[in-house]
């Protein structure tokens, strides 16, 4: 049964702020596939998750991928992670503790941003979810450092997912109902209500459910967002958001562990590396985790956005959230082969969150006249404060065979089940910042624009763990300041194409600020810098859409083994990455279009030592493989309303730790669609991984346990606006 926390504390501090333009836009309804005419790349709309000057993504000196709702319906996007693996240059996973945890060129976990309609919380990536698509307007990526924006913890790149919005010029009802392979079904529905003299409400509301393709995993989602778009005066526009998400998940899914190919079944060369071990096919549909696991959330997000038309080219906005949230974990999420017993070794993990923040973000833009030359100037102030309690307990449990294991129940909280330092404990958390930025894009000329900005933060962490093992309580905390800055140019060689450059400098903090230990804490934020060039166009009479750019990111200070003394951890550690990323989207001829983007990497330790002093340099870092495409052709059987499609997705190597001992196979996805409009209605059929590849995408906390994709399936949809 779904129940929603409370709303009532939520919905009372919701009392503030939007940008007029992004309150009104809408993507079309579902019923409208992906063709040459539109601007699917988004070239020409505003890009505020790049720059709050107003500039558009044409104008910008970044990257900016928009996966809009139009994509998302043609497509087939069910969820977060299948939406960030649509980007280019964007692979995601399923970790336990982060849930949708996305590598974006290169990098992950604490140096991708994840905000919540352009809202930031400290160590975004532990609230992360792998929300259902049914309730968003679309999902933004800004590639490359963005903490000139959006602080610490942007080195990589933000992802903003978008709800969908009020729209004051047309009553409409969003609907989608689905059903599919593994007893998985979504269902969705979605008013929207003119209010009259500019004022809209809207409200969304999201299902899901699904037995899973792996033994005894089930899991079940709720999503709820709301928002009213007031114009309560002919300058001022407000927009109050309370949203609230729920996932329960029984006994999870945490992967496949690597076994010697002697006790293998039926070995495949899926999985290479240490030992010989190999990942066993026999084992796809085994469920290791104990008969009650499980991996819950309930969160509630307040948000408000004001307003005021100054006049004369300049505007003022206030932006404000509150969040709660409330995580469970009661699981065994480690397996390890033991060679003596022929056993499945396992761990017990219990992690608990009380999780509160609030911020609030004020900012004034307009244009202005200097020396002769057309100024957007964007100035403002944010303050963020995080409250964060948890409980850890770290154990062990029974082991089991590797097939039909006897999986018993998860241990009570006891000290004899969670022995030693460490693995049962408390953690208080705390942190503050405020932060000060200031953009600039000048037009030097009608082709040639550039944009500088700084930020500068401050960011106070204060942290207490209570050992209840050892009795013992321990309280430190840091102080840190940090100083963001990038700077750019775009030269449009024809009204139509866009050659840019950008050098930014990004701060992120060592691991999770919430849960740093007492070394993470008395260190420095590592420092990013990063390096970007490309070209944005638009060619045969606007049909084909391209954008290419080619990058360089380099992280220093994060944290290596001292050589002289491999036991102790200093700062000093340096990862970079190089790479091209294509994108192209647009209309074959009047029945044919694709939308397509492949993207090359170069990955590595510039300089890393590892336990007992190995030196891991021009190692590749876990999780990230060095070649992703995807491709998705259409054909529309004009005048018929059918539509027939085709989706490849590639996906290189990877290897499951920093020693690159274990690599796992890249693998390539094929799936194929075909839908039929009827009247305000589509009905589609898709087919997901057609030739039931077996392959593994993502790695385990330990390095010898990998997560195995889903075989092949179909599902059948539903969705109308009207």
């Not at 309580?473 to 450059?501: D, I, M």
């Not at 007492?518 to 009479?541: C, H, I, M, Q």
């Amino acid at each position: 049964m779904f129940r929603f926390p409370s709303l009532a504390g939520a919905a009372a501090s919701c009392l503030l702020l939007p940008h007029p333009a992004a309150a009104q836009t809408r993507d079309a309804g579902p019923d409208i596939l992906v063709t040459g005419e539109r601007d699917d790349a988004g070239l020409d709309r505003p890009a505020p998750v790049a720059s709050r000057t107003g500039l558009t993504a044409r104008e910008t000196p970044a990257t900016i991928d928009s996966v809009t709702r139009t994509q998302i319906e043609a497509k087939g996007l069910r969820s977060a992670v299948e939406i960030y693996d649509s980007v280019p240059g964007v692979v995601a996973g399923l970790l336990p503790g982060e849930p949708a945890s996305a590598t974006i060129r290169g990098f992950s976990t604490g140096a991708v941003s994840y905000l919540f309609d352009g809202m930031r919380v400290a160590d975004s990536a532990i609230l992360n979810r792998n929300y259902d698509s049914f309730n968003f307007e679309r999902v933004e990526v800004l590639k490359g450092p963005a903490s000139i924006l959006y602080g610490d913890g942007a080195l990589a790149g933000a992802i903003n997912l978008v709800p969908r919005k009020p729209d004051p010029n047309a009553a409409h009802i969003d609907a989608l109902a689905s059903y599919g392979s593994f007893d998985t079904v979504r269902l969705g529905a979605g008013l929207n209500l003119p209010l009259g003299g500019g004022a809209a409400v809207r409200s969304d509301l999201g299902l899901s459910r699904s037995d899973g393709y792996v033994a005894d995993t089930r899991t079940r989602t709720i999503q709820s967002t709301n928002s009213l778009l007031l114009a309560p005066a002919p300058r001022l526009t407000i927009l109050l958001a309370i949203d609230a998400f729920q996932d329960r998940n029984r006994t999870p899914y945490q992967g496949v562990p690597l076994v010697p190919a002697a006790a293998a079944r039926d070995p495949s060369g899926r999985v290479t590396g240490a030992n010989r071990y190999v990942l066993d096919r026999a084992m796809r549909d085994e469920n290791y985790n104990v008969l009650d696991g499980r991996m819950d959330s309930d969160s509630v997000w307040g948000r408000g956005r004001v307003a005021y038309d100054l006049g004369e080219g300049w505007l003022l906005t206030d932006e404000a959230h509150v969040y709660h949230g409330k995580r469970e974990w009661e699981n065994s999420e480690d397996f390890t082969f033991d060679p003596a017993s022929g056993l499945l070794d396992r761990t017990t993990t219990k992690i608990w969150h009380d999780h509160d923040s609030w911020s609030n973000r004020g900012f004034l833009t307009g244009a202005v006249r200097l020396a002769g030359l057309r100024n957007r100037i964007n100035l403002g102030a944010e303050y963020n404060r995080t409250r964060f309690t948890t409980l850890r307990r770290f154990g062990e449990t029974s082991p089991v065979t590797l097939i039909d294991p006897i999986r018993g129940l998860f241990p009570i909280d006891t000290a004899a089940n969670y022995p030693g330092t460490g693995n049962r404990a408390n953690f208080t958390s705390r942190v503050s910042s405020w932060a000060l930025f200031a953009e600039d894009a000048v037009d030097l000329s009608d082709r040639w624009l550039v944009l500088g900005g700084l930020r500068y933060d401050r960011i106070a962490l204060r942290r207490q763990v209570d050992d209840l093992n050892a009795a013992t309580t321990t309280r430190f905390g840091r102080n840190y300041s940090a100083l963001s800055g990038r700077f750019g140019s775009v030269y449009s060689v024809t009204p139509a194409t866009q050659l840019y450059a950008q050098y930014s400098h990004a701060v992120t903090p060592v691991g999770s600020l919430l849960l740093a230990n007492v070394v993470r804490a008395s260190v420095d934020l590592t420092r990013g810098d990063s390096l970007e060039g490309g070209v944005k166009t638009k060619l045969l009479g606007d049909r084909l859409t391209l954008t290419a750019a080619g990058y360089w990111i380099r992280q220093s200070g994060i944290l290596t083994r001292d050589p002289a003394r491999p036991s102790v951890q200093v700062q000093g550690g340096v990862q970079s990455s190089r790479g091209i990323e294509l994108a192209a989207t647009g209309a074959l001829s009047r029945r044919w279009s694709f939308d397509a983007n492949g993207a090359l990497l170069r990955a590595r330790y510039d300089r890393l030592t590892g336990a007992g002093g190995v030196d891991l340099a021009g190692n590749r870092p876990p999780n990230v493989p060095q070649r992703l495409a995807n491709l998705t052709l259409y054909w529309t059987a004009d005048p018929l309303p059918l539509t027939i499609s085709g989706a490849i997705r590639h996906v290189g190597d990877l290897y499951t730790s920093p020693a690159d001992r274990v690599r796992v196979a890249g693998y390539t996805l094929l799936d194929a669609a075909v839908s039929y409009r009827l009247g305000h209605a589509t009905l589609a059929v898709r087919g997901r991984n057609l030739a039931n590849r077996f392959y593994a995408f993502w790695s385990g906390y330990g390095e010898q346990q990998v997560y195995v994709g889903a075989p092949r399936g179909v599902d059948v949809t539903l969705s109308s606006r009207f």
